[in-house]
């Protein structure tokens, strides 16, 4: 009797071990081995010469020295195991099945592409070096850009992104936001950007007169109401697009007469003026 109650006194603690072996393991202090779960991810890094075994392992010291890593449609819906690629530049791994991206432990990371995946979140806070980031083409509803300020190019098309602050990107050249749910956009702290295509938006207000270096702007397809291209460089702009916006009439440009003899893609009722009632 004693001894069958000494089982039954036991058993919480043997089904806690048991529970405890079967949990999967963590890269940290695993015998320089790291954990890589995704078959076709590893694979992926045998056919690169990283890895020679298909056993979810990869030997650490010969990852984390790489600096450029091509993942591009291997359909991989694990990336774990990619935050021992600590001198890592360049990651794409555009076109899987990822629904989360973990890029905490890759402070040296320049440029991302994780385009047309299925990301709901994207937190890119310690990748402070980053200058390129191709994020299109996923599930996102908020992105914060607040600690890269070294970024000159943002794709964040084809998301449900419904604000952007670019406030503090202040390097931005290209900015690709098209496709989203903003209501607003401000643009006046980035005097570098050259492309902004913000096309098919709820935009009602668009101000670009800080934007000197523009070149190429589509803003069409959103709720506009007012737009001031007044940037005192107009004719630098060589591509303007800004129809299908039926709430707007006049917009404020630099040279009426210029831009009505160069910039022909608006709608039937919109027309220039130097200073819009």
């Known amino acids: ?148 300020t070294a970024l000159t190019l943002l794709w964040c098309l084809y998301n449900q992104l419904t604000t952007l602050d670019v406030s503090q990107n202040t390097a931005l050249t290209t900015l690709y936001c098209y496709n989203n749910q903003l209501t607003t956009l401000d643009v006046s702290q980035n005097t570098a950007l050259t492309v902004l295509w913000c096309t098919n938006n709820q935009l009602t207000t668009l101000d670009v007169s800080q934007n000197t270096a523009l070149t190429n702007l589509e803003c069409h397809y959103n709720q506009l109401t007012t737009l001031d291209v007044r940037n005192g460089n107009n004719t630098k702009v060589f591509y303007f697009f800004c129809g299908n916006n039926p709430l707007l009439y006049c917009i404020d440009v630099d040279d009426a007469t210029w831009s009505t003899s ?16």
Request: proline letters at 4%.
């Open 1 to 148: 009797m004693k001894k069958l109650l000494l089982i039954l006194l036991c058993l919480p603690l043997l089904f806690t071990t048991c529970k405890k072996e079967e949990e999967e393991p963590t890269n940290t202090g695993n015998n320089g081995l790291t954990y890589v779960p995704d078959d076709s991810f590893e694979q992926h890094l045998i056919d690169e010469g990283y890895d020679n075994v298909l056993d979810d392992y990869v030997t650490t010291s010969s990852i984390d020295t790489v600096t450029h890593l091509y993942i591009s449609e291997k359909h991989i819906y694990d990336l774990r195991g990619i935050e021992d690629f600590t001198a890592l530049t360049y990651l794409d791994c555009y076109s899987n099945q990822l629904t989360t991206l973990d890029l905490s432990n890759n402070p040296a990371l320049d440029t991302l592409a994780c385009t047309s995946n299925q990301l709901t979140t994207l937190d890119v806070s310690n990748n402070t070096a980053l200058t390129v980031l191709r994020c299109g083409g996923n599930q996102l509803t908020s992105l914060d850009l607040g600690n890269n």
């Open 262 to 277: 160069n910039w022909t893609n608006i709608d039937p009722h919109h027309y220039f003026s130097e200073n819009c009632p």
